[in-house]
Structures are given as structure tokens and as C-alpha cells.
């Protein structure tokens, strides 16, 4: 094998040699995380691969992905090691077309048609228009109905495009407390997808525009309250 | 109550603020028997589908990592969980729930708050004014119920 070069610079996970002082292998990370075993590795070894320059290695495997991120171990980390910033990068590190299952297709969806299932503008009012229209008539919440792209709603309401795509009476859990609250809201027409997929492709980019429309809608319709139930 | 990670743990290093006592307080509200997951809160374990995973094509990996989570479930005793998170939802209800056999209802706590409301209809007024900003968006957006899918 060769010799290999370490330094922040060089490192695309950007860990410092130094990360190879200041965890002190003491394996709390490990102990935590309900993964450890699978392929042979766990957070403290990824820590040590990151820290002894593996970085491809961690990013070709399957790790970063069987982790949840869901952060137990970097809580309880002793030495404040940025654990699950190091997985997250790993996940960007990846090449595109090689992230695992649709996230990155959702993601490419998304950019392109304003959700992640790319459900079209037409269909989704009309769904709305119709399952208000059950409430209104046979559930007994006379009047109802979704108010979309209402200028000055207080609430702004984002939607998971698997409860339009298919589970869509699940949408009326929140549509029944707004409407014993009598709470002035309102759902965009378009941009509306609430799952922001890029937070778990690792990809920045495209995160940030998901987060710009939401902001655009609140300025746009002039929103004070974002709900965002995911 | 299980505690999703984004509102808990990575809400707290985040923002400073980690939602643990208002899932709490609502859920209260709606039910009279209480009873916590142990270890929760900050030291919570995720419900195994997190980060992505749920639509990951690491299935076994997935419910390996969830037996952590159905554990803390089936040691409570509990009829129902309550997830205030859609991934967390969706893998307590539709796969650790049949996977351990838990036998548990599994809802949204914003689905416990709207199954445990008495509603009351609006006023004429209030129904009139409503159909009167629905007739005028569905106006704006060419939304016609009479129309046949096309
Ligand atoms: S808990 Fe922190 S210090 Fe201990 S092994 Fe893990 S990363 Fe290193
Ligand atoms: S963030 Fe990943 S590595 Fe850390 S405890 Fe959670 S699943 Fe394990």
C-alpha cells in the first residue's frame, strides 16, 4: 500500500489528524448505536478511518447509510467528536447516481416538478377540492374547505407528497384541529413538499433551495406561522 | 411517546431547544394513562428508520436496527404509541409493529389531538362565508369537482 498524505486539506471528509488525538477510542459512541456490528464497523471505527486518511474507503461503504444520523452517539461523546457531520459529508462524498435507494431521485424530482413524487399541480388541487368536499358534506365540518395560496393566512401548511401520493385521508388529521380552531391557514399551490430529502442525500445545494420556496411562500403570502409536520 | 431525533436531540444541538415536553404536555391532554420509554428523551434511540432509511433499499438493516425501539415499546406495556414524526410513524406502525409483533396502535400526535376533538359545526354565517372564498378560489384555479378525471 502506499504511504498516504494527512491533512485537513487533503481530508474530503475535512477531519484533522489531529481527530486521531482527540477521540479517545473509548467507544461510547459504539456502546450507543444500535447499528454497531453491521459490516464489521461502528461510529468509532468510522472516527478512525476519517482520522487515518480511509476516507474513500467510508464513503464506498455502506455505513454512512445503515446509520440513521440520528445523533445518540455524538451526544454522548465524551470528547465532542462531529460524528455525524463526518457521516453526512460521507453521504455527500458519494457520486450521485450511486446514493442508495430514491432519495436522490426524489431530490432531482423535487427541483424539477416541486415535490419528491412529482405529483402535478391540477391533480393535487383537485384531490384538496375533493377530499374538503367529503368534510364538508358527510363528516360533519359544514364549510370546510382548504384554503390555497391565501394571501395573509396566519399558518403556512407544507405537505408529505406520500399522504397526497397515498395515504390521503391522513391529510385531514391537521384539517380537522384548523377547523374547530377556526385557524386562518393556508397550503401552496405549488412547491409545497414539506420531506426535504437533500438533509439526508447530503446535499447541500439543493437543500437550500428547498428551504428558499418555503421561505418565498411565507414572504410571497405574507404568512406569519410555518407548519411543517414532518 | 417516542421521541423523534430532528425534534429532539438534533433539535436541541440545532436551535437550543429540544421538543420534549410539549409532545408531553398534548399527549396528556388526550390521554389518561401516561407511561414513558426508558431511556428517552436526550438519550432516546431512534426508531431505526431515520436519515433516509425508511425509503433505503437496507430493509434487514432497518429492522435490525428498529429491535432497540420495539423493545423500549413492548417493556412499556403501552396500547398506543404516539409519533409526532411521519418516518417515525411509518416504521413503528408499518414495520416494527408486524416484524415484533408489538400489537400496538400507532398514531401521529397530531392524529390524537384531532380523534380526541368534539367538534362543533360552524355558524350559517361562518358557513356562508367560507363557501364564498372557497367559490372564488376554485375560481382562480380552474378546480372543477364536476369534472371527470381527464
Ligand atoms: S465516543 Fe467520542 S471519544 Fe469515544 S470513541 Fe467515540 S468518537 Fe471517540
Ligand atoms: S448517528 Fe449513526 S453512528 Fe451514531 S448512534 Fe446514530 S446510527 Fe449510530
Known amino acids: 500500500m502506499e504511504a498516504l498524505a494527512i491533512n485537513r486539506k487533503e481530508s474530503k471528509l ?26 464489521g464497523m461502528d461510529p468509532r471505527k468510522a472516527v478512525r478511518m476519517a482520522a487515518l486518511g480511509l476516507d474513500q474507503e467510508l464513503v464506498d461503504s455502506r455505513f454512512p447509510w445503515i446509520c440513521t444520523l440520528c445523533g445518540r452517539c455524538e451526544y454522548a461523546c465524551p470528547q465532542g467528536v ?28 423535487d427541483l424539477e416538478r416541486g415535490n419528491n413524487l412529482g405529483i402535478p399541480r391540477d391533480d393535487f388541487l383537485f384531490l384538496l377540492a375533493d377530499l374538503a368536499k367529503e368534510m364538508d358534506e358527510d363528516e360533519g365540518f359544514p364549510g370546510f374547505y382548504v384554503p390555497v395560496d391565501k394571501k395573509g393566512a396566519n399558518i403556512l401548511l407544507t405537505v408529505n407528497s406520500k399522504e397526497p401520493f397515498g395515504e390521503p385521508d391522513d391529510m385531514k388529521f391537521w384539517w380537522r384541529i384548523f377547523y374547530a380552531a377556526k385557524e386562518d391557514w393556508t397550503v401552496p399551490s405549488e412547491n409545497w413538499e414539506g420531506v426535504n430529502w437533500g438533509l439526508f442525500s447530503g446535499d447541500d445545494e439543493s437543500m437550500k433551495i428547498f428551504v428558499g420556496r418555503i421561505v418565498e411562500h411565507l414572504e410571497r403570502l405574507e404568512c406569519k406561522t410555518l407548519l411543517l409536520p414532518e | 411517546m417516542h421521541d423523534p431525533c430532528n425534534y429532539g ?12 415536553e410539549e409532545p408531553r404536555w398534548i399527549t396528556q391532554q388526550c ?35 428498529g429491535r432497540v425501539k420495539a423493545k423500549q415499546i413492548k417493556d412499556t406495556g403501552a396500547k398506543m404509541v404516539v409519533a409526532p414524526c411521519h418516518n417515525c410513524r411509518d416504521q413503528i406502525m408499518k414495520s416494527l409493529d408486524k416484524e415484533y409483533g408489538l400489537g400496538v396502535e400507532v398514531k401521529y400526535l397530531w392524529e390524537l389531538v384531532a380523534d380526541s376533538l368534539i367538534v362543533e359545526p360552524w355558524s350559517e354565517e361562518e358557513i356562508k362565508a367560507a363557501n364564498k372564498l372557497r367559490d372564488a378560489q376554485y375560481e382562480r384555479d ?9
Open chain 1, 14 to 39: 475535512r477531519v484533522a489528524p489531529e481527530w486521531a488525538d482527540v477521540c479517545f477510542t473509548c467507544g461510547t459512541c459504539a456502546g450507543g448505536c444500535p447499528v454497531t456490528g453491521v459490516d
Open chain 2, 9 to 20: 436531540r438534533k433539535g436541541f444541538k440545532t436551535f437550543g431547544h429540544g421538543y420534549f
Open chain 1, 82 to 109: 462531529e460524528i455525524l457531520k463526518m457521516m453526512r459529508k460521507a453521504r455527500g462524498l458519494r457520486e450521485r447516481d450511486k446514493v442508495p435507494g430514491p432519495i436522490h431521485k426524489g431530490v432531482v424530482m
Open chain 2, 142 to 150: 380552474d378546480v372543477d369537482l364536476d369534472q371527470e378525471w381527464g
Open chain 2, 31 to 65: 390521554c389518561e394513562n401516561y407511561v414513558e420509554m426508558y431511556p428517552a428523551k436526550m438519550n432516546n434511540f431512534c426508531c431505526g428508520a431515520g436519515g433516509g432509511a425508511w425509503a433505503m433499499p437496507y430493509e434487514q438493516e432497518r429492522i435490525f436496527y
